[in-house]
């Protein structure tokens, strides 16, 4: 029993998820120019795939890990930007929405309470 904010954002960790990993395989983003242009490029974007995945399984199962790597991944798109082109707002306005609504979505107040709390 997740409160409203916990349970979209792990539908948002699902879906990020999915398409960081079109991106990364197929894409014309910012994971595949950091896997084409660094050595461990791939790895670091198999890393960002599976922080999402494994964020939201955890939380989904209330484990209090998974609302910690839930909120490293809801980071994650502007530490790769950061790192793509030194601007982490440099990007369309939807995916910005997105990443800034899984953030807050994570760190709202019910977020915070419920994982304090419940979870282990």
């Known amino acids: 029993m997740q409160?409203?904010?916990?349970?979209?954002?792990?539908?948002?960790?699902?879906?990020?998820?999915?398409?960081a990993l079109v991106d990364l395989l197929d894409g014309y983003s910012y994971l595949r120019y950091i896997r084409e242009t660094y050595r461990f490029?791939?790895?670091?974007?198999?890393?960002?795939?599976?922080?999402?995945?494994?964020?939201?399984?955890?939380?989904a199962n209330e484990r209090?890990?998974?609302?910690?790597?839930?909120i490293a991944a809801s980071i994650s798109p502007f530490v790769v930007r950061?790192?793509?082109?030194q601007n982490p707002l440099s990007d369309s306005l939807i995916s910005l929405a997105f990443d800034v609504?899984?953030?807050?979505?994570l760190l709202h107040t019910q977020s915070r309470e419920h994982q304090r709390i419940w979870y282990r």
């Not at 209090?64 to 839930?70: E, F, V």
């Not at 950061?82 to 082109?85: H, K, R, S």
């Open 3 to 19: 409160p409203q904010t916990l349970q979209i954002a792990t539908w948002l960790l699902y879906f990020d998820g999915f398409f």
């Open 41 to 59: 490029g791939f790895v670091f974007g198999l890393v960002n795939v599976a922080l999402y995945a494994a964020g939201g399984l955890l939380m």
């Open 64 to 70: 209090k890990i998974g609302y910690k790597i839930a």
């Open 82 to 85: 950061f790192i793509a082109v």
């Open 101 to 105: 609504a899984l953030v807050a979505l």
